[in-house]
Antibody
């Protein structure tokens, strides 16, 4: 079971970036997926989640209206489109897998049982 | 300031028992939502340590245990080992306003 993130980098404030997460070793379309971030030296923050069939999506207030989560089950991939980036979005972004199968409502208390190694996003001029 | 409150640091000597608390409120832990715990070593991704308040994933030693009561939860580590030195985070869900998945602020465990 593996999650591999990519797409991070240095970007100017106000610009966009798209993160990707490639999943393997499990039946991707059975599970909700999430993005969790960690600013340098800080704690964990849930960013966004999407259920197994993209029918239910949620965002943290800090990114709502700027970030868009999506998935392509045929490609076993999760994405995060990040627009209007701010300095406070600087963080290591982790792709994570929901522990439960067939979660309909991602806004619940499910745990994250698999994590990728993260991809770093730095927003700076 | 995290909605789930953890002590910034705890410490203990090898072989001792330590506990890490995670204090919430009536809109999260107190509302009956499950609490989960993660262990994170510097420079690595978090690892699920306890899920559903008290359940250990395969491979997690039984030295680690979780409990929940009212609006709080605790992670206990017995027989403390040097390799347990890491950051620990609790996680739950909050149903206030639009709702959100929450993490505690994290606790750094130091093995003396």
């Amino acid at each position: 079971v593996q999650l591999v993130e990519s797409g991070g980098g240095l970007v100017q404030p106000g610009r966009s970036l798209r993160l990707s997460c490639a999943a393997s070793g499990f039946t991707f379309d059975d599970y909700a997926m999430h993005w969790v971030r960690q600013a340098p030296g800080k704690g964990l923050e849930w960013v966004s989640g999407i259920n197994y069939n993209s029918g239910n999506i949620g965002y943290a207030d800090s990114v709502k209206g700027r970030f868009t989560i999506s998935r392509d089950n045929a490609k076993n991939s999760l994405y995060l489109q990040m627009n209007s980036l701010r300095a406070e979005d600087t963080a290591l972004y982790y792709c994570t897998k929901d522990i439960e199968t067939d979660t309909v409502n991602i806004m619940g208390d499910d745990a994250f049982d698999v994590w990728g190694q993260g991809t770093m996003v730095i927003v700076s001029s | 300031q995290s909605v789930l409150t953890q002590p910034p640091s705890v410490s203990g000597a090898p072989g001792q028992r330590v506990t890490i608390s995670c204090t919430g409120s009536s809109s999260n832990i107190g509302a009956g939502y499950d609490v989960h715990w993660y262990q994170q070593f510097p420079g690595t991704a978090p690892k699920l340590l306890i899920y559903g308040n008290k359940n250990r994933p395969l491979g997690v030693p039984d030295r680690f245990s979780g409990s929940k009561s009212g609006s709080s939860a605790s992670l206990a580590i017995t027989g403390l080992q040097a390799e347990d030195e890491a950051d620990y985070y609790c996680q739950s869900y909050d149903n206030s306003l639009r709702g959100s998945k929450l993490f505690g602020g994290g606790t750094r465990l130091t093995v003396l």
